[in-house]
């Protein structure tokens, strides 16, 4: 999903899913990957026309909508018969990490790092099979409302939309959180490594360490 209008990193030259990690932009990266990794699978980026070149088949939505659950909602004509693996095209992903998300077959999950608060960790990845169900968590799930007047009552819905269609499909499910945990095990997959997404400025920072754990990577 590169759909995004990055409206905080406006100022680059380009989409921020071409920024280079270890010569390789975002992008081509995360594609070859996939390839790598699951050479069966049906690969398409939903994003601008200025990712042609680098997309493996190029699919842009008319209309978006407000968050990334809409762009997915919009993919449904693309999802086929098997497991459908959303990724964001933001996201730098180890080989490892990625490797382990393919792996997972359950029916679904959400992928990201182990701490969801606010001001840190993040969702970078949605696993579903039931197609229907997700359908309907999607067209649901409230994004659109921030702070304490969020129909989930979550303090903190700012921001994270994946985030948010975790803590909606773990109440429609009547999951409960392990204490001092904004995830359950049942539906939820913890990376732990170096992998990272792109969002804000501070996050051009990261590039060349991301850029060092990629090479690294490569090497072994």
């Not at 071409?18 to 790598?36: D, F, N, S, W, Y």
């Not at 004509?77 to 959303?86: K, Y």
């Not at 608060?117 to 990845?125: D, H, I, K």
Request: hydrophobic residues 40%; charged residues 25%; glycine residues 8%.
């Amino acid at each position: 999903m590169c759909q995004g209008q990055q409206r905080r990193l406006a100022m680059l030259d380009r989409p921020k899913h071409l920024l280079p990690v270890a010569g390789e932009p975002i992008l081509c990266r995360t594609q070859r990957l996939l390839e790598e990794l699951e050479p069966a699978a049906s690969i398409a980026v939903i994003g601008w026309p200025a990712l042609a070149r680098a997309a493996v088949s190029l699919v842009t939505l008319p209309e978006p909508g407000y968050c990334v659950l809409d762009g997915i909602s919009q993919t449904g004509f693309l999802w086929g018969t098997g497991r459908v693996l959303v990724l964001l095209g933001d996201v730098v992903w180890s080989r490892e990490a990625l490797a382990g998300v393919v792996a997972d077959n359950r029916r679904l999950f959400v992928a990201g790092t182990r701490d969801l608060s606010p001001s840190q960790g993040e969702a970078f990845a949605l696993s579903f099979a039931d197609r229907e169900e997700v359908e309907v968590e999607l067209a649901t799930c409230p994004c659109r409302v921030s702070g304490t007047g969020s129909p989930l009552g979550f303090r903190k819905a700012q921001g994270g939309h994946l985030r948010r269609f975790l803590w909606w499909a773990q109440r429609r499910r009547g999951l409960k959180p392990p204490r001092k945990q904004d995830w359950c095990p049942e539906i939820y997959h913890p990376i732990d490594d170096w992998t990272d997404d792109i969002d804000t400025p501070r996050d051009l920072e990261r590039l060349g360490a991301l850029s060092r754990c990629a090479r690294a990577e490569q090497q072994c």
